[in-house]
């Protein structure tokens, strides 16, 4: 069974104050590797995929990376209007549905 | 384009009511799923359409739980008899293609069963 483990559950952050989310996953045969925010009262937005271990992404102050047991999610300089939570979610094996992990809830203060 | 749609955004039924929910995804996406998500168990995938057929359904909590695809632009999941424990927020994604790509989720349904 996929599993996937984010930590920390919750993180407070200073505005300008860069910090890294973890996703650590356990699964057979890694597809590919989602990471999404979620606002409250929202569905889940995309933001990347990564799909073999090396590879990176970018998008204004974010940066997911992958290894082969974990991905982390970098924060550079966040703004408030980073303050949302953060999920994590693999595809493994033959099936094309996500495994979602319980997320990071972000807040940066002003 | 719109995005995914939906509807009823709230929904609030008693115990032993019948309750359906409606999913009209991305136009031109090929693949719909359907995820429930609550505070204690998270997002989990209920199940997932390629092409209007149902392709796996093992995340269904019973048969209490089905879900239909018609045609490529609408799908419904039913509940019946609802519980208080199916109470969630109800999740419609789509993705562009068959396989592992991003999927966009829609608004969600919030369901309360009393």
């Known amino acids: 069974e996929d599993q996937v483990t984010q930590s920390p559950e919750a993180l407070r952050l200073q505005e300008g104050e860069s910090s890294s989310l973890n996703c650590s996953y356990t699964?057979?045969?890694?597809?590919?590797l989602f990471w999404y925010r979620q606002d409250p009262g929202k569905g889940p937005e995309f933001l990347f995929t990564?799909?073999?271990a090396g590879e990176e992404k970018e998008k204004e102050r974010l940066k997911a990376t992958l290894t082969k047991k974990e991905s982390f999610l970098h924060i550079t300089a966040p703004k408030p209007e980073d303050s949302a939570t953060y999920l994590c979610a693999v595809a493994g094996g033959g099936a094309d549905g996500l495994t979602f992990g319980k997320g990071t809830h972000l807040i940066i203060q002003p | 384009d719109a995005g995914v749609i939906q509807s009823p955004r709230h929904e609030v039924t008693e115990m032993g009511q019948e309750v359906t929910l409606r999913c009209k995804p991305i136009s031109g996406h090929n693949s719909l799923f359907w995820y429930r998500q609550t505070m204690m168990r998270g997002l989990e995938l209920l199940i997932y359409?390629?092409?209007?057929?149902?392709?796996?359904d093992s995340g269904m909590p019973e048969d209490r739980f089905s879900a239909k695809m018609p045609n490529a632009s609408f799908s419904t999941l039913k509940i019946q008899p609802s519980e208080p424990r199916d109470s969630a927020v109800y999740f419609c994604?789509?993705?562009?293609?068959?396989?592992?790509?991003?999927?966009?989720f829609g608004p969600g349904t919030r369901l309360t069963v009393t």
């Open positions: 994604a789509s993705s562009f293609r068959t396989g592992v790509y991003e999927q966009y």
């Open positions: 990564l799909y073999s």
């Open positions: 359409f390629n092409n209007n057929v149902p392709i796996d």
């Open positions: 699964v057979s045969g890694l597809r590919g």
